[in-house]
């Protein structure tokens, strides 16, 4: 039993060192938010996953694309989970460019739930061109993609200030906190009231980069309530299984002089 | 390879035996009579078996939704974790498996390095392995280009880039890897290729790996020769199959808890940004289990000897056996090696951590310290201390583990010349 303990210990070593192997640069620390989805047992806020689709369709898609969702997926459990009908003129309410049809042309028709979400440009270089030359980044898999993840995301969005004593900036560039290098080509997005949410919810700035982020982070890892819910039983049936496997070890190993 | 002769008791049974002796193998396999005192450390071997055949099958499953194509990869592995059916299980159980399968192996080196488990008579197992684990690293570094992220781009193109530190012909040879003039679609092509391929070499060795070690037996926390079948073994199955039950287990908890809850806390968040070979990421860092070497490499100022050092970090290892003149195997009975010991894990963990830091300042110079304490290790420490410790009595069997007066190694030896 000693010997175990010992390589729990080692194990538990390396759980340590492995989770701060890699840091940032000299960027503030992003702010610690106590997200709903964070924990063994962590589920999306339903409510504020669909205030945060509201806000990437009314601000954020008018440059950043989400190519890898379908309008299908804001239907599916785990996620916003929006009804059938609310999902199907969400798709309808895009023109979608299909084809080519019989006469080998191109047409547009409304979006329907199986497609991806609409690209706000025909390509990147498109969306470079458009944004003072920095590339707005595909949001699919954005909070993934950077170190502090979700946390990251929302202090980037409250973190506009005014640039401190003896950094100038050049047009287009603004002064942020939290990002990685401290300047930003994109400009505060969020300001108080740019959306109407429909449930009464005070759109401040705050309230509107926590509901957008919950709706990225779940974009990110739209299979986070099932991995957890999966998790706890796998864990416990191993923990279990682990228990009957020990008593059987036990009554083997009895049979010879040995310590197991 | 059997301690006795095995009969099948059904007439088709023997038929068959007779054919194609499976049934010996499988008695010989069962009936493998395994040192009693054997610690939880020897539980790695089952273990790296389960991971190997994780990645396998898991890899399998993944192939038939991935799209090897420097346009489409990054595309189809997020297919993979939205589309698919269990497809983000599946990958998450195959992306950590590496790495669980690096931790697993790196415990069974060292614990070999403790216990002497590759001096004489086991050299060849030791020698096998070590090839596993090369192919491991090498199937493990082009798994990782294939979700064609930033650091899979950035980190082929590092590491593809070490082969042209060969003098003359590197140039060459490393457009002959890329298949290209970059490292672009054809290379992803060919290491997805390689990559598929690898795990079967593996598989192969293992087999080879098994096979030798079922000819001297099981070296074992006293690292002395035992008689086999007696007081000191016991019959593979069941005490060794229940014991590497329970410890597989263990580790699937561990496993679990990576896969459900922390899926991407051993990966680095740049991979998810598709490659772009116009950006270079910051930090281009390898996976956490490559960084000892990644740090040897850095930390000398000239390329090719970088490149030299780091595969003679992995080289030396093969003629370790020569190197330790000790006539004990077990670093339990060796009061001073047992200090070095350690040494050498702590400088290998250090090497490990500056690997992940930017090469500048104490960073560098840590390194490059123990860099050379690494090698220092096995060239200087190894054969001196062999030759010049004074060893712990040693036990004459392990149902006697206690026996007084200083004893002869050779002692200890003589009993296994008779069988």
Redesign the interface.
Known sequence: MRRFKSLLFVTSLFLALSANLYSAGGEAEPIKVDWSFKGLTGKFDRASLQRGFQVYKEVCSSCHSMQYLSYRNLGEPGGPEFSEQEVKAIAASVEITDGPDDQGEMFTRPGRPADKFKNPYPNVKASIAANGGAYPPDMSVLVKARPGGSNYIYSVLVGYEEPPEGVTLDDGVYYNKYMIGNKIKMSSPLSDDIVEYSDGTQASVDQMAKDVTTFLSWAAEPELEERHRTGVKVIIYLILLTTLVYLSMKKIWSRVDTEV | MSDHEYTPKSKAGKWFNDRLPLLTLGAHLTDYPTP??L???WTFGGILTFCLLTQIITGIVLAMHYVAHADLAF?SV??I??DVNYG??IR?IHSNGASMFF?AVY?HIFRSLFYGSYKSPREVIWIIGLLIYLLMMAAAFMGYVLPWGQMSFWGATVITNLFSAIPLVGESITTWLWGAYSVDNPTLNRFFSLHYLIPFLILGLVVLHIWALHVPGNNNPVGIDIKKPSKDT?PFH??IT??D??AL??F???F??F???S????G???N??PANPLVTP??I?PE?YL?PFYAILRSVPDKLGGVILMFGAIFILFVLPWLDTSKVRSAVFRPIYRQFYWIFVLDV?ML??MG?MPAEGIYLVLARVGTIYYFAHFIIVMPVVGLLEKTDPIPMSISEPVLTGGADPALARKDNEKI
């Open positions: 009693k005192n610690n939880y450390w595309a997020e297919h974790m939205r983000w299980l998450y931790l415990i016991v069941p005490y229940i014991k039950a329970f287990l263990m699937m908890i561990i679990a808890g896969v459900f809850f899926p991407n806390v051993l680095h968040s740049d998810y940004i910051a930090h860092v956490w960084l963990l490990g951590y992940a």
